[in-house]
């Protein structure tokens, strides 16, 4: 059974740092892409950024890149999200999905993926 728990989350100032963990059990690691999105309040969910387990190839959502970091540990079978000068409009739900087979070019849709956390929630006051 696939499983993705996601943690790291919690309260930060405006221009803090925090760093997500997406532990993935129940798959080879190396088969799957893993994504990041978030679900503001109100608002829909949008992919943030994603990485082939197979080569660390990663990609972005244009507007995030240079503050957001995906990046994968397989011997831990974890994806991480490092977020830097995070913002109060990053606030949000921050959900980890995986699916099997490999990305190119750009980051999938939230339809692609089968498998998805729980969620950790992200608050950053200004």
């Known amino acids: 059974e696939v499983q993705l728990v996601e943690s790291g989350g919690g309260l930060v100032q405006a221009g803090g740092s925090l760093r997500l963990s997406c532990a993935a059990s129940?798959?080879?690691?190396?088969?799957?892409?893993i994504s990041w999105f978030r679900q503001a309040p109100g608002k829909e969910r949008e992919g943030i950024s994603c990485?082939?387990?197979?080569?660390?190839?990663?990609y972005y959502k244009y507007s995030l890149r240079g503050r957001f970091t995906i990046s994968s540990d397989n011997a831990k079978n974890t994806v991480y999200l490092q977020m830097n000068s995070l913002k109060p409009e990053d606030t949000a739900v921050y959900y980890c999905?995986?699916?099997?087979?490999?990305?190119?070019?750009?980051?999938?849709?939230?339809?692609?993926?089968?498998?998805w956390g729980q969620g950790t929630h992200v608050t950053v006051s200004s």
């Open positions: 990485i082939n387990g197979k080569d660390g190839s990663t």
């Open positions: 129940g798959f080879t690691f190396s088969d799957y892409a």
């Open positions: 999905a995986a699916q099997w087979g490999s990305i190119a070019g750009n980051c999938p849709p939230e339809d692609f993926y089968a498998n």
